[in-house]
């Protein structure tokens, strides 16, 4: 699978990420099944967070993967922690101790990747930089980001934290697009003009900090998908289209469409269903034109100013 660069890292990584919240849906030879056919598409990279499943979905990856040292190089392992029961939590002995209980379930020694998940409003940024330091010094976390975090968030972060902020992990797909279309409305009196994330987009773009879109396929906040969906009549029509186009399904051009952004963006898929994440697969090898990518934004009832 082609790959990109995370953030301002040395780390290859496949355009595609494989998530594993649903991965406790599947039985031990579904999960063992699933995991491999991810990496016989080349996308070794897996997303966690000790939330999904309680812990569980980490413990059923490291089974299903049959974890070794041996197995464990050809992974790339990103875990997310700050979320508690009625919380969230960024403080320093919550994240080390977040980070110890992901790597016994993972049966790892390190994560590749670190992500705080939600903003904790009570953040002192100096107890994350000790937390992270710790952690790089140590050996179990190699690369942090963030994941849902405004600008001024990451500065924040950054006035103490001396590592680079390498991902920040986002809801965006085709009808969820306000950090997208919201550059197209500078100045209007409309309500796409609004400033929904102090300008998150082009903040990574210029500090070189990968998005990770989280929920590719879903409309509104966990609604549904649009795929399919008698809700979006043009915009399927206008999809499938341009899937019949290339060959591809309309899964594919959901994922291509991400990938044509030129933030080269790193989306993450959820579907435990083998032919769609194939399918999520193929779209590292599709470029969408200029006019697909626009005709598909414009059909979700996008208007251009």
Not at 103 to 129: F, G, M, N, S
Not at 151 to 170: R, W, Y
Request: glycine fraction near 6%; include cysteine; hydrophobic fraction near 40%.
């Amino acid at each position: 699978m082609r790959t990109i660069k995370l953030g301002t890292s040395d780390l290859d990584v496949p355009v595609v990420a494989i998530g594993c919240m649903r991965i406790d849906s599947l039985d031990q030879t579904q999960a063992e099944r699933f995991v491999a056919t991810s990496l016989e598409q080349g996308a070794n990279f897996f997303d966690h967070a000790d939330i999904y499943g309680g812990g569980r979905c980490e413990e059923i990856f490291a089974d299903a993967v049959h974890m070794s040292s041996s197995v464990r190089e050809r992974l790339i392992l990103q875990s997310k922690c700050g979320i508690r029961q009625g919380q969230f939590d960024f403080s320093r002995e919550h994240i080390l101790s977040s980070v110890d209980g992901i790597l016994q379930r993972l049966k790892t020694d390190y994560l590749d990747i670190l992500l705080l998940h939600r903003p904790d409003a009570l953040v002192e940024p100096d107890e994350v930089a000790a937390a992270f330091d710790e952690l790089e010094q140590a050996g179990k976390v190699r690369h942090f980001g963030v994941s849902n975090q405004t600008p001024n968030q990451i500065e924040l972060l950054k006035k103490s934290v001396k590592q680079p902020i390498v991902a920040n992990q986002l809801q965006l797909s085709i009808t969820n697009a306000t950090m997208i279309t919201r550059g197209f409305n500078v100045n209007m009196e409309n309500a796409e003009a609004v400033d929904r994330d102090g300008g998150i987009l082009d903040y990574c773009r210029l500090h070189d900090i990968t998005v990770q879109p989280w929920s590719p396929f879903q409309f509104g906040f966990f609604e549904g998908v649009f795929l399919d969906n008698p809700k979006f009549p043009e915009l399927n029509a206008k999809i499938d289209e341009v899937a019949a186009k290339h060959g591809v399904s309309n899964t594919t051009i959901a994922i291509a469409w991400l990938l044509r952004h030129p933030a080269h963006m790193q989306p993450v898929t959820g579907t435990m269903n083998e032919q769609r994440l194939i399918d999520c697969c193929r779209a590292a090898d599709v470029t969408l034109s200029r006019e697909d990518w626009y005709g598909i934004l414009l059909a979700t009832g996008t208007k251009l100013p």
